[in-house]
């Protein structure tokens, strides 16, 4: 059983500094960028669980500021419908490294 949930995050964030700190946090997560404010990748349940429950800190609610996670399963299928991706950015990688 995979433990690893494939999820796309896209957010539009006003303030640049806030904006910046999320971009980071994504990719500490391994969240790969597959568009300027789109990123996908795999995670463990509780790794999504902490990304959503940061999404308040980086957002500000006057501004219309939003985020959007939402669980996926890629496969080349879906990917008939997209242009400039690549398919073997999608490729399941089961090599992981615990630290």
Known sequence: MDQFNEIIVSYDISNNKMRKKFHDLLLDFGLQPIQKSVFWGR???????????????YINQEDDD?????????????????????SEFFVQNDSYEIV
């Open 43 to 57: 995670v463990l349940a509780p790794e999504m669980k902490t990304i959503s429950n940061n999404f308040p800190k």
């Open 66 to 86: 939003s985020i959007f996670l939402v669980m996926v399963q890629l496969s080349k299928k879906y990917l008939n419908n997209s242009i400039g991706i690549k």
